[in-house]
């Protein structure tokens, strides 16, 4: 049996991405990510490939952020190659680039989920003081799912999926293949 013809040959430049990330999103990758930008060439579209079961939302966010100024002080255009698994981190990475400057490659997974927290609270001192601990961590949680919602509104914008549907979806980890996410167009295409 023989492989399908895929269209990869309409889309040269993601043949070989000048940033090529895979693992877990974490510090050393988001040291591996910066150092790659820099030496990657600075004319032309910037190519990004990742491949992750996940990791550190705020690593992701962090090189995101990166992506996205490199198109606002460069004028560039960016484009990302998710490969094989995008879960998690991932996802949250993906949705710093443009839905139209988005690929995946056959096979791929996405997967997008809430965000999760394990934590603690101690009370311990004069009773004064105890409703403060647990405003903090209140504060924290309401903070924390503004920030993940801004980026599910990210990740879905210009596709077909509503904000609301993904909201519904995520808490029970929405797994969406490749080209699942081509027809939602949550991806430009399928290479």
């Known amino acids: 049996m023989t492989d399908k013809p895929g269209n990869a040959a309409n889309y040269p430049l993601l043949a070989v991405p000048h940033v090529q990330l895979y693992g877990t999103v974490d510090e050393a990758m988001y040291t591996n990510f910066k150092a790659q930008v820099i030496n990657a060439p600075t004319e032309g579209p910037l190519v990004v490939s990742i491949t992750t079961l996940g990791g550190d939302p705020e690593m992701a966010r962090a090189m995101g952020d990166g992506i996205r100024l490199i198109r606002e002080y460069t004028g560039r255009d960016t484009l990302f190659l998710g490969k094989v698994a995008v879960y998690s981190a991932g996802a949250t990475f993906m949705s710093a680039f443009p839905v139209d400057s988005r690929f995946l490659t056959r096979g791929t997974r996405l997967m997008i989920h809430e965000r999760k927290m394990k934590a603690t609270v101690e009370l311990d001192g004069p ?65």
């Open 127 to 191: 009773l004064n003081t105890l409703a403060y601990a647990l405003k903090a961590k209140l504060h924290e949680i309401e903070h924390s799912i503004d920030i993940q919602n801004e980026g599910f509104e990210a990740l879905v914008r210009g596709s077909d999926v509503p904000l609301d549907e993904l909201l519904e979806k995520a808490p029970s980890n929405w797994y969406i293949e490749a080209e699942e996410a081509k027809r939602l167009r949550l991806v430009l295409d399928v290479i």
